[in-house]
């Protein structure tokens, strides 16, 4: 296991038996709010894995897939992060079982990139296909799909962990099955997810039947998108973040459904893949005028204009993840960063949530190109799991600097006081009573997290903030 130096160094090191030099980064969560300075490691073999598990000198290890968690889940200021994006083979693919098994580390683009062509999907995907398993396991991500089938948690046949002692746990919902429920949705903090066997979604062709309707108003949207998820697999509304009157709210629906091969127009391919790596990037920092409340609004007038209802076929990249046409997208906020709060709100408080976050967030003038309305359906396997029956309102949030963290404070009150939560995965500002508010089951997490790792070795920034990890 190297460092980022590229080789072993045993003058470097600073435990008997640890031969590993660490490099030191600064890091920050895809907000790039958070940022911190420290060791970290990049092993490529189990083995590896191990051996920093075991001997490195620093008393905690935070987890880093390839850094899409908005927060500061992982950073670890006071201690190392083990990068784990090497551990990122193909270990089995069973056509006929209609699975696959690969290493954490490998993200869902290559997957999609080798499972298109052979006509499978995954059965869950988030807004990005640039993370890794590992990381999705740890945030049980949810979809577009998520009223129809669940989490990705639902979807993990078994997987592989290994614990703070070195012992390596086989766990599924039938074996060691409480450690696969902490882990599952436990942001890396019960142990290392070293594989994963996976469930797939089988389909004919690469591409998506979109269904887009307008909403004048919050009301509309909301009412649309009950009326509506049951016609499709897949749905989801952009809305108007800044919006104000009778217009709050207002959004274009947009559902799907993967379509057969004899559905397809003459012309289109019955075959296809993604790309494994992201579209151009930002080149520079942007300047904060370029995503101000001016342009902002002016962009949402113009979408949702152009979103007016209609019917057409859409490549799975364009459908499932618009924003990786762009890379570093995110320096689209500038220096100062963002935060994105994103929201779960029962069914029966989710339009007086909804319009009072947005009302928040239009007040301040926190601008947001990105705000995002889903329904989601059974609360998943997973202790710390986020969705449950509902509707989850995610929105980026510029860092509007002493501003920030009272409308985060507000936002937090609203969903205390309606039912709601917040995803761990996005959260970079609530705190610990907050977190414990919305979460009921954090008792039992942090009993299998003692049982699993008895000495605090798995912890970050964040598991600090929010009492996720005890002691170090």
């Avoid at 004919?204 to 009326?227: D, N, Q, S, Y």
């Avoid at 499709?232 to 629906?253: E, F, K, N, P, Q």
């Avoid at 993840?321 to 100062?336: E, K, M, V």
Wanted: proline share 7%; hydrophobic share 40%; charged share 25%.
């Amino acid at each position: 296991m190297a460092g980022l130096s590229g080789s072993p160094d045993a003058s470097a090191s600073r435990a008997e038996g640890f031969p590993y030099r660490a490099a030191h980064l600064s890091l920050s969560g895809w907000g790039r709010f958070a940022v911190e300075a420290g060791p970290a490691y990049r092993p490529e073999t189990w083995r590896a894995v191990e051996a920093a598990v075991r001997s490195a000198p620093e008393p905690t290890l935070a987890l880093r897939g390839l850094g899409r968690s908005y927060g500061d889940s992982a950073l670890n200021g006071a201690g190392a992060v083990v990068l784990t994006e090497r551990l990122d083979r193909i270990l089995a693919f069973d056509p006929e079982g209609r699975t696959l098994t690969c290493e954490a580390g490998t993200s869902l683009a290559r997957l999609l990139a080798f499972l298109l062509p052979r006509g499978f999907f995954l059965p869950v995907v988030p807004g990005t296909r640039f993370v890794t398993v590992g990381g999705a396991l740890a945030a049980d991500v949810h979809g577009k799909n998520h009223h129809v089938d669940g989490t990705i948690g639902r979807h993990v046949e078994e997987l592989t962990l290994l614990l703070s002692s070195g012992e390596t746990l086989r766990c599924s919902p039938r074996e060691n099955a409480e450690a696969f429920d902490a882990t599952i949705g436990g942001m890396g903090l019960t142990g290392v997810i070293l594989s994963a066997r996976l469930a797939l979604l089988p389909v004919e062709t690469p591409w998506v039947r979109v269904v887009k309707r307008r909403g004048r108003c919050l009301e509309e949207v909301l009412a649309r998108l009950e009326e509506e998820e049951s016609l499709s697999r897949y749905s989801v509304a952009w809305i108007d973040g800044l919006a104000r009157g009778r217009a709050l709210g207002r959004g274009v629906l947009m559902r799907g459904d993967h379509v057969l091969a004899a559905e397809l127009p003459r012309g289109k391919a019955v075959r296809g893949s993604l790309p494994e790596k992201p579209g151009p990037n930002v080149p520079f920092e942007a300047p904060s005028a370029l995503l101000s409340p001016l342009t902002i609004s002016a962009f949402d007038a113009l979408y949702y204009a152009a979103g007016r209802d209609s019917t057409g076929l859409s490549g799975p990249a364009s459908f499932f993840f618009p924003l990786d046409a762009l890379g570093s997208w995110n320096r689209l906020y500038g220096r100062r960063g963002f935060v994105q709060y994103q929201a779960l709100l029962p069914r029966e408080t989710a339009a007086e949530g909804c319009r009072r976050i947005l009302e928040e967030i239009s007040r301040e003038r926190a601008a947001s190109f990105l705000a995002v309305l889903k329904t989601t359906g059974p609360e998943g396997r997973g202790v710390l799991s986020f969705p449950k029956p509902g509707v989850t309102l995610g929105l980026d949030v510029p860092n509007v600097g002493e501003r920030l963290r009272p409308l985060a404070r507000r936002l937090d009150e609203i969903l205390l006081a309606l039912g709601g939560r917040l995803y761990l995965a996005k959260d970079a500002l609530t705190d610990a009573a907050t977190l414990a508010s919305m979460y009921p089951r954090l008792p039992e997490f942090l009993a299998v997290k003692r049982r699993l790792d008895p000495n605090g070795r798995f912890s970050s920034s964040q598991a600090r903030r929010l009492g996720l990890a005890e002691g170090r």
